[in-house]
């Protein structure tokens, strides 16, 4: 989409007056000129790392990354309890990974250091594991018993299983991991500036922000509790899009390095 309105402003035209995508587009679209300073009352009623610094992006949702696991073939008593766990030989072939983690790797390299994180990554690569594209398919076939673990599930996407009765839990790492929460825009060239801001903001009422939450998302208003069934650890680390935006290609470069 990103591509899109770059291409059309290009070409003289500006057909959007709000845009929503994931975090790592606000680079591009800074680049290009084509957002507007979003300086609403609502950033104040909003968590740390859901707005960029500069005035620009507000973000109204996010996930967490967990370790999720089929509960058919695992127990609670046999799930891994920690990252570090997977690296013992008797999950050797059980992991998958989805093939774009590039996020999940930036996480690790912010709570463990660089060094001590691309050390984990390097052993965990020789765990035989599964890579795939997708983390909707990961899931199914961690359901359909092809592995029995995911090292970067999204917690939503297993709540939303679980609720169906799907067999899928997960493990909330210490720290828990966030990601870089879904990034929304005003159009700098909007024909309709005073109705996409109105837009944005319900965004971020109590009433729209209790429809992501009933999706399982992690929502950005400090006064809105995030729900899991289990207690959270006192350690939760939001990946930072200011940080790993700009340097984007070359966290791609160390997974690619370290995965593939």
Excluded: C
């Amino acid at each position: 989409m990103v591509n899109r309105v770059v291409t059309e402003h290009r070409a003289g035209l500006n057909k959007f007056d709000v845009l929503g995508g994931t975090s790592t587009s606000h680079v591009a679209l800074m680049k290009a000129g084509l957002v507007a300073r979003n300086v609403t009352p609502v950033r104040k009623e909003l968590r740390d790392g859901f707005m960029d610094v500069e005035g620009y992006r507000v973000a109204p949702f996010t996930y967490a990354l967990v370790i999720g696991y089929n509960a058919r073939a695992l127990s609670k008593e046999q799930r891994p309890r920690s990252y570090e766990e997977l690296l013992e030989p008797k999950w050797k072939g059980q992991i998958g990974l989805e093939a774009a983690g590039y996020e999940w790797l930036g996480a690790m390299i912010d709570t463990m250091g660089e060094e001590k994180a691309l050390a984990f990554a390097r052993k965990l690569a020789t765990q035989n594991l599964r890579i795939q594209q997708g983390s909707s398919l990961l899931v199914q076939q961690m359901i359909a018993g092809e592995f029995n673990v995911l090292i970067d599930a999204l917690h939503y996407q297993l709540e939303n299983l679980k609720e169906r009765g799907a067999p899928v839990d997960y493990v909330i790492p210490d720290p828990l991991l966030i990601k870089d929460p879904s990034g929304i825009w005003l159009a700098k060239y909007s024909a309709h500036p005073h109705s996409a801001a109105l837009l944005v903001d319900f965004l971020f009422t109590r009433d729209a922000q209790e429809i992501y939450a009933r999706q399982n998302r992690l929502v950005a208003r400090k006064d809105m509790e995030w729900r899991f069934r289990e207690k959270l650890p006192s350690r939760i680390h939001v990946i930072s899009a200011d940080k790993w935006a700009p340097r984007y290609n070359e966290l791609i470069g160390l997974f690619d390095k370290t995965f593939r």
